[in-house]
């Protein structure tokens, strides 16, 4: 299923963007895998799935596959190393699938612009993206 496809992505920008427990402890893989999208930083910036329609999710997923392509490099990602991970993504299409799902599903694009820039922007945006994107297709 799409969804089990996008486990690796989605860990290794988890592990980026989450870093360390609360106690200040390293994240573990199972921790990563664990977080639930309702735990997600932003997550209440895209709107619930259950208002988006069958034939909305299948477009969605249309958009994503065009950058499946990009991401099989990073099926076997190391977490230690994900600079070396992401050379092999195509950040063009990551872009423009960033773009198609803050146009089409964020409550507000403004809000969601506002928490995708800055410093370490572009992770915030792609786990967030990607994590959304695999609720659909589960």
Same mark, same amino acid.
């Given at each position: 299923?799409?969804?089990?496809?996008?486990? #690796?992505?989605?860990?290794? &920008?988890?592990?980026?963007?989450?870093?360390?427990?609360?106690?200040? *402890?390293?994240?573990?893989?199972?921790?990563?895998?664990?977080?639930?999208?309702?735990?997600?930083?932003?997550?209440?910036?895209?709107? #619930?799935?259950?208002?988006?329609?069958?034939?909305?999710?299948?477009?969605?997923?249309?958009?994503?596959?065009?950058?499946?392509?990009?991401?099989?490099?990073?099926?076997?990602?190391?977490?230690?190393? #994900?600079?070396?991970?992401?050379?092999?993504?195509?950040?063009?299409?990551? *872009?423009?699938?960033?773009?198609?799902?803050?146009?089409? &599903?964020?409550?507000?694009?403004?809000? &969601?612009?506002?928490?995708?820039?800055?410093?370490?922007?572009?992770?915030?945006? &792609?786990?967030?993206?990607?994590?959304?994107?695999?609720?659909?297709?589960?």
């Amino acid at each position: 299923t799409p969804g089990r496809t996008l486990f #690796p992505y989605t860990t290794l &920008f988890r592990s980026r963007i989450m870093g360390k427990k609360q106690n200040n *402890a390293a994240l573990t893989v199972e921790d990563v895998k664990n977080l639930k999208f309702e735990d997600m930083d932003g997550h209440e910036l895209l709107r #619930p799935l259950s208002t988006v329609k069958g034939s909305d999710q299948a477009r969605a997923l249309n958009q994503l596959s065009k950058i499946r392509g990009s991401l099989q490099g990073l099926e076997a990602v190391d977490l230690e190393n #994900p600079e070396k991970a992401l050379e092999a993504v195509d950040l063009d299409k990551v *872009a423009d699938l960033i773009d198609y799902v803050a146009e089409h &599903f964020a409550l507000d694009v403004e809000e &969601f612009e506002k928490f995708t820039s800055g410093e370490g922007g572009m992770s915030r945006a &792609f786990l967030l993206t990607l994590t959304y994107l695999s609720l659909m297709g589960e």
